[in-house]
């Protein structure tokens, strides 16, 4: 079978594959560019993007050409490691708390604003990074807090005393909340893992709207 026309979903230009434990090569090898039908594939390129074309923006249209030189390795270096960005390029700060308060201005007032929240976010590169961000996020909202714990268990008994529940309780799993969650009426917060199918998808933006003993 061949002339298939597909759409790989993805960007090459962002973080390779994470591979647990892995080195750079097993990361390199579990990249689609280095797998079998890639050889065998004619790439089809798209070269205008429309998203910024259509906003007639110079600003927007100077971000996107700055962003291609960097994924294309383009972009000027100081030394082997490092580059530095323009100052018309993004806002640099030094601490979690001025990131805080230029994402979220006045997040006391404006965190039941749906729409104002749905268009912030902070990208991080690690998950304890998101936790932090996400502490000092809950912990500058008013109201009480209410703390939820995970109950972890091994699925064969047999394997039990291989696995201590103190553990099980430090594992942070991508799409799985932590162990510890606390919580605050009004908060938004992120559905990672959609056990009702018919009703929402994972990733879905939700906000509390009420605390119960139980679920």
């Not at 912030?120 to 807090?145: H, Q, W």
Request: aromatic share 8%.
């Amino acid at each position: 079978m061949g002339k298939v026309t597909v759409i790989l979903a993805g960007d090459f230009r962002q973080t390779l594959p994470i591979i647990t434990r892995g080195t750079l090569a097993d990361q390199i090898d579990a990249s689609l560019k280095n797998s079998y039908p890639w050889k065998h594939t004619e790439i089809i390129m798209l070269k205008k993007n429309m998203r910024v074309f259509l906003t007639h923006n110079p600003t927007f249209k100077a971000f996107s050409e700055q962003l291609l030189l960097l994924g294309n390795g383009k972009w000027p270096e100081n030394s082997d490691i490092m580059i530095e960005f323009p100052s018309n390029f993004c806002n640099i700060v030094n601490s979690t708390e001025s990131l805080l308060k230029n994402v979220f201005p006045e997040i006391q007032k404006n965190y039941t604003n749906h729409e104002w929240c749905c268009k912030r976010a902070i990208l991080a590169p690690t998950n304890n990074k998101v936790n932090y961000i996400n502490i000092d996020i809950s912990s500058s909202l008013p109201g009480e807090s209410k703390t939820y714990k995970s109950i972890d268990t091994v699925c064969n008994p047999n394997h039990t005393v291989h696995y201590p529940m103190e553990f099980l309780h430090s594992l942070e799993i991508s799409g799985l909340p932590s162990h510890i969650l606390t919580l605050k009426i009004g908060a938004p917060i992120m559905l990672l893992r959609n056990i009702n199918l018919p009703k929402l998808c994972n990733v879905t933006r939700l906000y509390v709207k009420s605390l119960n003993n139980n679920i």
